[in-house]
């Protein structure tokens, strides 16, 4: 469906959601499901700006006893307000208010997996927020946990993988004051390891990549457990991300990924049974690696991640490694 078109279905579902000689349920429903199938497969930002036309007509149309069907209405409104390209924090603010009355008004009405999908939904609304300086990320981490009571991994299992992917996220932004930073810390690692129990190399390749990047990441910043294995195990995680991300199929991801594995290696000894020898070839390796980040971010017209790269460098004393 071109945007032209689905624009024009745009305008004729909302002339066809005048016509009373249609029931009002039928209609909401008619103009639900072409929004949906819009917001689903959005070509452009206009194609999720007529979905939200529609969810708002279709909240118009809905009588004032039919408060089970506005909640479901305003929620699907609120997951187009999410994808919104640029969305607005007023917006998602809005997002999260629908999601918020959803739950309240369909407890004991709706499905554990429709008050699941809720729950996921408004924790990654308040997320957002969140980084903004706009709410609390426990709120979140709160939501998700809860959703996945229902979400399994034996059910729901890329629902599962998107919760833990960003209960880490969460429990890594959450503050650093915080006296139980280390068991986040380890709660983070846990929780993408239990992603990647689910998201495969062969079935999910890019998400895969994230995911072992992310961990790498947790691993390489934790405080908690013996730092040796830890950027082990992250050196690892990062080789497992390289396998996807490459320097030509992905650029600016494999420029990340080798910039954190730069960091990593720098503070890493030659030889792990002796530690004492210090770590010229590791540092000879990072130098490299960064070089080639700083290289890559400079051709994908990214100057500020080629000079935050560079800062690392300097700061690691390698501009002089041979």
Not at 106 to 112: E, I, N, P, R, T
Request: hydrophobic share 45%.
């Amino acid at each position: 469906m071109t945007s032209s078109l689905a624009m024009q279905q745009v305008e004729t579902a909302l002339m066809t959601a005048g016509w009373e000689s249609a029931a009002v349920d039928e209609r909401v429903a008619m103009l639900v499901e072409i929004a949906t199938q819009l917001q689903t497969r959005p070509r452009n930002v206009e194609d999720l700006l007529g979905a939200l036309r529609l969810y708002d007509r279709a909240l118009e149309l809905c009588p004032p006893e039919s408060t089970l069907l506005a909640a479901r209405v305003a929620a699907k409104r609120g997951t187009a307000l999410q994808s919104v390209p640029g969305a607005t924090l007023e917006q998602i603010e809005a997002a999260v208010d629908a999601f918020a009355s959803a739950l309240t008004l369909l407890a004991g009405h709706a499905s554990a997996e429709e008050l699941a999908e809720l729950e996921m939904n408004l924790g990654l609304a308040k997320h957002t927020l969140a980084a903004h300086g706009r709410g609390r990320l426990n709120e979140s981490v709160a939501h998700y946990q809860r959703a996945l009571r229902t979400f399994t991994r034996e059910r729901f299992p890329a629902e599962c993988a998107m919760l833990h992917n960003n209960l880490a996220t969460a429990y890594l932004a959450l503050p650093a004051s915080d006296q139980s930073g280390r068991l986040r810390e380890a709660l983070a690692v846990q929780s993408f390891e239990a992603a990647l129990q689910i998201i495969t190399l062969e079935e999910f390749p890019s998400e895969y990549a994230m995911l072992q990047n992310n961990l790498g990441n947790a691993l390489q910043s934790s405080t908690s457990g013996h730092p040796l294995a830890n950027r082990l195990r992250a050196v690892q995680a990062y080789e497992a991300a390289l396998l996807v991300r490459t320097a030509s199929s992905q650029p600016a991801a494999y420029a990340n990924t080798i910039a954190n594995l730069a960091l990593c290696l720098s503070n890493l000894p030659d030889d792990i049974e002796r530690p004492e020898l210090g770590n010229p070839r590791n540092l000879a390796r990072a130098h490299e690696l960064y070089g080639s980040a700083i290289e890559i971010f400079e051709q994908q017209a990214e100057p500020d991640k080629a000079a935050a790269v560079a800062a690392s460098r300097r700061e690691l004393g390698l501009e002089a490694t041979p």
